[in-house]
């Protein structure tokens, strides 16, 4: 099984900070990597896919990068409704594992 | 609209059963792999089955394999996951998510989620 770890496992920043986390996979993923954002009491929310490909409707603050093992979101100038829970997920093959989150909390 | 509503949840005791269904519409639900995913109290996401589109290739967590059991009815537009032998460790929120592309043998990422339904295994 390809495990995800999600690095750090929380942050604080604030409203205009540019925030970066980090995705790591066990084994090589190509580019089947997807970042959802999880608001308290919500479902996730898909924002990007294939690695570095913006979802439909998801600010352009939002970015992915990497491939293979390492991937990155960032997210440009912090906003108030940003702060929630990120998790990363691997489609490359089943299980489709998630990472274990990374939660953005205001300083 | 794409529109998923997930029912069958509850209070269950360890040992017991349920099944879960996703009733959905707004796309063409043969054509696109379906997943459970759950999430435990204060706890983060796990993957637990997915179904391809009109072949039905199953898979499943090995923490539920043998126990649960997915399956869709194309005709009616519905997902279900049949949950036996529940644990303590299987309450959580399970929502199901759909497949963000038409299934081609792989799967995607979940551009649709439901809101979720709550089991509860306790005795």
């Known amino acids: 099984d390809i495990q995800m770890t999600q690095s750090p496992s929380s942050l604080s920043a604030s409203v205009g900070d540019k925030v970066t986390f980090t995705c790591r996979a066990s084994?090589?993923?190509?580019?089947?990597l997807n970042w959802y954002q999880q608001k308290p009491g919500k479902a996730p929310n898909l924002l990007i896919y294939?690695?570095?490909s913006l979802q439909s409707g998801v600010p352009s603050r939002f970015s992915g990068s990497g491939s293979g093992t390492d991937f990155t979101l960032t997210i440009n100038s912090l906003q108030p409704e940003d702060f929630a829970t990120y998790y990363c997920?691997?489609?490359?093959?089943?299980?489709?594992?998630f990472g274990q989150g990374t939660k953005v909390e205001i300083k | 609209e794409v529109q998923m509503l997930e029912s069958g949840g509850g209070l269950v005791q360890p040992g017991g059963s349920l099944r879960l269904s996703c009733a959905v519409s707004?796309?063409?639900?043969?054509?696109?792999?379906m997943s459970w995913v759950r999430q435990a109290p204060e706890k983060g996401l796990e993957w637990v089955s997915s179904?391809?589109?009109?072949?039905?290739?199953?898979y499943y967590a090995d923490s539920v394999k043998g126990r649960f059991t997915i399956s869709r009815d194309n005709s009616k537009n519905i997902l279900y996951l049949e949950v036996n032998s529940l644990r303590a460790e299987d309450t959580a929120i399970y929502y199901c998510?759909?497949?963000?592309?038409?299934?081609?043998?792989?799967?995607?990422?979940?551009?649709?989620w439901g809101q979720g339904t709550m089991v509860t295994v306790s005795s």
């Open positions: 998510a759909k497949d963000q592309i038409p299934y081609n043998g792989r799967f995607d990422a979940f551009d649709i």
């Open positions: 084994q090589s993923i190509s580019a089947y």
């Open positions: 707004g796309f063409i639900f043969k054509n696109f792999a």
């Open positions: 179904i391809g589109g009109t072949n039905g290739d199953t």
């Open positions: 294939s690695a570095s």
């Open positions: 997920q691997q489609t490359y093959s089943s299980p489709l594992t």
